[in-house]
């Protein structure tokens, strides 16, 4: 083979090689933000986020969003955590349906449910949201939150994510209609957070929890009210859902089982702490002598255990003295 096309058949490899790494590093990428539509009834599909916290790896898709189609146009539950994830999840929406998209719920303002409804606000959706969050909205909290995403999330969420707030605030619960279909938005908070909302799609028995339920990984409970969680947890079941789709983890035929685990959970929480409050433990001891065996292998638990059951502790000390 003369020199020169040997040359160029090692280029070609080379070419091949290269092309074929880059190929692997792109599917991994796409892998990680794979935004796939899953259906779980006649009108209702939803899409579910990697288990864990958010982080660079799962470029901040670690919670679910739903959507439903009607023949009048696409509600959505949620636009999750960036506003790259914002667009992958119209994207989704456009896999299935070319109805316009007109209502964006936003189940409760927390950064891994809401920083992608730029995506929708473009798009011409209005967004709804309970009028508890504007507080946290306004707060530094909400800001300091946004720093640390710009941070670890970096560059999916950068100095141009904003803190969008709603079109509508809503008050207490509120029902409404599109092509045929009954919403029932109900204010479960504040429990996970001060402006929960649960979404009950009405002809379909579909509930869609938000942060109410965690699937699969410990919850994010932090100063959450987790006593009215768990009442929240009790009014939710009463409403007979056939499928439940959570705030985090897969969807369920069977929400009485599945939720479980986040009701075992917090009731672990508030009984080790509710003990060590009453009897004056400090924190670090409670914390140590506390069995987290059943908890700890569960996805979440080192991010978010420490500071669940701190936040408990404090909540605890605060039921006890009302109680006194
Ligand atoms: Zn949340």
Redesign the pocket.
């Known amino acids: 083979m003369p020199a020169s096309s040997e040359r160029g058949a090692r280029l070609a490899r080379m070419f091949v090689g290269g092309a074929c790494a880059l190929l692997a590093a792109a599917a991994v990428a796409a892998e990680a933000v794979s935004v796939k539509p899953v259906r779980v009834s006649e009108h209702v599909w939803y899409v579910q986020g990697q288990s864990g916290v958010a982080d660079a790896a799962n470029q901040g898709f670690n919670?679910n969003a739903g959507f439903v189609v009607t023949p009048e146009g696409v509600v959505v539950i949620d636009a999750l955590g960036t506003p790259a994830l914002g667009r992958a999840l119209i994207a989704a929406i456009r896999t299935v349906s070319d109805q316009p998209i007109r209502r964006v719920i936003v189940t409760?303002y927390?950064a891994?449910?809401f920083y992608g409804l730029s995506a929708f606000r473009q798009a011409g959706a209005e967004v709804w949201a309970h009028k508890a969050a504007r507080e946290y909205l306004a707060s530094g909290e909400a800001q300091a939150r946004l720093e640390q995403r710009r941070r670890e999330l970096a560059p999916w969420v950068d100095e141009r994510t904003p803190l969008l707030t709603p079109d509508r605030w809503l008050e207490g619960n509120t029902s409404f209609a599109l092509g045929g279909l009954h919403f029932d938005l109900l204010y479960v908070g504040p429990a996970?957070?001060p402006d929960d909302l649960a979404v009950m799609v009405r002809e379909d028995a579909v509930l869609l929890s938000?942060?109410i339920v965690f699937s699969g990984r410990v919850p994010?409970v932090g100063n959450a009210d987790s006593r009215r969680w768990l009442a929240a947890m009790d009014e939710l079941l009463r409403l007979k859902p056939k499928v439940l789709i959570p705030?985090h983890g897969a969807a369920s035929r069977d929400p009485v089982a599945d939720l479980a685990f986040t009701r075992d959970y917090l009731r672990h929480l508030r009984a080790a702490m509710g003990r060590a409050a009453e009897d004056m433990v400090p924190f670090e001891e409670a914390y140590r002598q506390t069995d987290w065996r059943r908890f700890e292998n569960m996805p979440a638990f080192d991010a978010a255990n420490r500071v669940n059951a701190y936040g408990t502790y404090l909540l605890m000390e605060r039921e006890s003295l009302r109680k006194k």
Do not use: I, L, T, V
Request: glycine content about 18%; cysteine-free.
């Open positions: 919670s409760h927390h891994d449910h996970h957070a938000g942060d994010f705030g």
